[in-house]
């Protein structure tokens, strides 16, 4: 038979890059439930969006369908405390998990046994595999270090040092040649893979922090959430300066570490905040098209377009319900 993890028959990546057209969902069409306590990030498997791979605050992950049933296919027990972060690797068949019980667990997604286990005695607050060689993961830790590990073997290979407090994003950029991170020291860095000395800092006395950054589909731009409750964009190559006329707001991040998610094609951007409300807007106006109330009991912490669907967006929240728009 085949692997459940293998994408449904008609479903196909999107081969000319995201370019098919996007539109705003309008409601809210299926709720996952089965997650005890919060859920704080919701992924999408790579290239094709069939399953959706949540982290929980009960300490559990699970991997649900997209298409056909629509049910949680399984549940990833090992971890004591709540998971901050998850990522599946570029192929889908692994994916890391980062918890605040100080380790990072790489899942087989299939089979759901824990390939290997690491810790550097710190609280992790991202992890991301180096999309060149996923034998090689970077972490960001609470005490404003960042590690690579190597899978195999477990062991540190590079450390780079320069942030003053806990980090909170890294994101790789110019074909994952550089690495870009943010901190709750309100700094961005920009690093060259495998060097441990940032090439640039970004760092100015009017910004605030940035606890969630995604790059954009063009790969050109990368947006922050900064605490001032806007949306701020940077270039994601060259200068890496702040494209002053781009800014999004009119939601409340109200300290939140709330995710950014574009739309495949780039042209809309679409943010939980921290009173469980949803937000959309037109990448090239800035303009706010749409609103929606999404999640009760605190922030839409965690939100993710699909890649191939025109208009299905997921979003999760502190009330433990996973929710899908269309």
Partial sequence: GRSWIAPPSGIKPDYDDGSHDCYIPKKCTHRFLGHN??????????????????????????????????????TYIGHSAAVRDVQFSNDGSKFLSASFDRYIRLWDTESGEVINTFTNRRVPYVVQFYPRDNNLFVVGMSDAKIVTFDATTGEITQEYNHHLAAVNT???????????????????LVWEWDIGVPIKYISDPTMHSMPAIVKHPSDRFWAGQSLDNTICVYQASDRYSLQRKKKFSGHNIA??????????????????????????WDWNSGKNYRKFHAHDKGPTIGCSWHPIEPSLVVTCGWDAVIKVWE
């Avoid at 890294?170 to 870009?180: L, N, R």
Wanted: glycine content about 14%.
């Fill in 37 to 74: 306590k919060g859920v704080h990030r919701v992924r999408f498997f790579p290239g094709t969006g069939h399953l959706l791979l949540s982290a929980g605050l009960d300490g559990k992950c699970k991997v649900w369908s997209m298409y056909g049933t629509r049910q949680c296919m399984r």
């Fill in 170 to 188: 890294i994101t790789f950029c110019e074909d994952a040649t550089k690495m870009v991170t943010s901190s709750d020291d309100k700094k961005v």
């Fill in 255 to 280: 300290g939140y570490a709330c995710d950014i998610a574009f739309s495949p094609n780039g042209k809309f951007v679409v943010s939980g905040d921290g009173d469980g409300k949803l937000f959309f």
